[in-house]
């Protein structure tokens, strides 16, 4: 009972802030105005109530369920006002030294970079932060911190498909799977930064040529989302599909009995590991360069990463841990240990534009 009170005040609160920024009107920021008076009914010097706010981009149950303990804990209030990612990082450059947000949250490291490129981020300077995350998931200059890593892996069918017909992104685009591959739209990030990766990792030639065998493969026009491409497999609209994990962990887990009898059927397998190893991605917050509340915002971080949250995040949202001293859900260690790939995430951001140019010059819709 004492759970449900705290969320449902955090979704109140976040609602509330939501309203007023879909009036155009900013959230509340600094230190807010309490009650005048005191216990007694007298009246008292008016004191202020700790407060941290956040842009956020991330959109899930276990953000809300997270901010809601640390509030329990420190007595700081976290109010949220949720968006598209672009769209956050336009307001916070609009907003400048006005703005009241103390934290930037999103998925995508391309995005942290951008938001660190427009200059609305400052470093984060916590001991705590960085004993917390390796820095290979921090940026260089702790303008972002991750928060969780998410693996983009092939999804197959196990009756149809064995694993060790299985290897690498770059197999997916060889005849034998002709008819067979299936993937999301590549207008969505999580496709777009698995190119950028590639562009990174082998060059722009080989990238087109691996993105039109892809395309010459598909097992129907892209459409849906990751959880659509499981479903397809089942359909039988192909054998193999492109998906996060953490998708076949919810649907794994999901009320939905369909969705639990389609997961079942699909195995994980992560390719690349006898070459440069799996694409993973990062979400991750950064500290707004003229946040009014700066401790707070960095104790959240720090709340955020440290090893008893980060096991929620991978129990509930089936996520990857950033902080090596949290436990992996059992589901996730049943998918094993696996090689993932070593780029700058800042270069996912950087080979955007030109992962994009190459979706369109081979018709990937």
Request: hydrophobic share 35%; net charge neutral; aromatic share 6%.
């Amino acid at each position: 009972m004492k759970n449900r009170k705290i969320f449902s005040s955090v979704i109140a609160t976040i609602l509330s802030v939501g309203l007023l920024a879909g009036c155009g009107t900013a959230p509340q920021g600094g230190q807010q105005a309490a009650q005048p008076q005191d216990s007694k009914g007298e009246a008292s010097e008016p004191k202020t109530e700790q407060v941290v706010n956040l842009y956020s981009a991330r959109h899930y149950e276990v953000d809300d369920v997270l901010y809601a303990q640390f509030t329990e804990k420190t007595g700081i209030k976290v109010n949220v006002v949720k968006g598209k990612a672009e769209e956050l990082i336009e307001r916070l450059k609009r907003e400048g030294e006005s703005t009241s947000a103390d934290l930037f949250i999103t998925v995508d490291g391309g995005v942290l970079n951008n938001a660190k490129l427009n200059g609305v981020l400052q470093p984060v300077k916590s001991e705590v932060v960085n004993a917390n995350v390796p820095a290979q998931l921090r940026d260089k200059d702790n303008d972002w911190i991750g928060l969780s890593t998410r693996a983009r892996v092939i999804v197959y069918s196990k009756d149809r498909v064995k694993p060790e017909q299985l290897s690498t992104y770059e197999d997916l685009a060889t005849d034998k799977w002709k008819g067979k591959v299936l993937v999301r739209s590549s207008t969505n990030l999580y496709n777009q930064s698995l190119l950028a990766s590639m562009i990174e990792l082998n060059g722009e030639q080989k990238t087109e040529e691996w993105a039109k065998g892809i395309v010459a493969n598909l097992g129907r026009a892209p459409e849906g989302g990751d959880r659509d491409q499981a479903k397809a497999i089942v359909a039988g609209s192909g054998d193999v599909a492109i998906m996060n994990t953490y998708y076949l962990g919810q649907m794994l887990n999901s009320k939905d009995a369909e969705e639990v009898k389609v997961a079942q059927q699909l195995g994980v397998f992560f390719p690349n590991q006898s070459t440069t190893g799996t694409h993973v991605n990062i979400s991750g917050a950064g500290l707004v360069k003229h946040s009014k509340n700066q401790e707070n915002a960095v104790k959240l971080i720090e709340f955020l990463t440290d090893k008893e949250a980060q096991e929620l995040v991978s129990k509930t949202n089936f996520e990857y841990p950033v902080n090596p001293k949290a436990e992996k859900t059992e589901l996730l260690k049943s998918w094993g240990e696996f090689k993932a790939q070593q780029i700058d995430f800042a270069k996912l951001g950087e080979h955007n534009k030109k992962a994009v140019e190459i979706s369109n010059k081979v018709g990937w819709k």
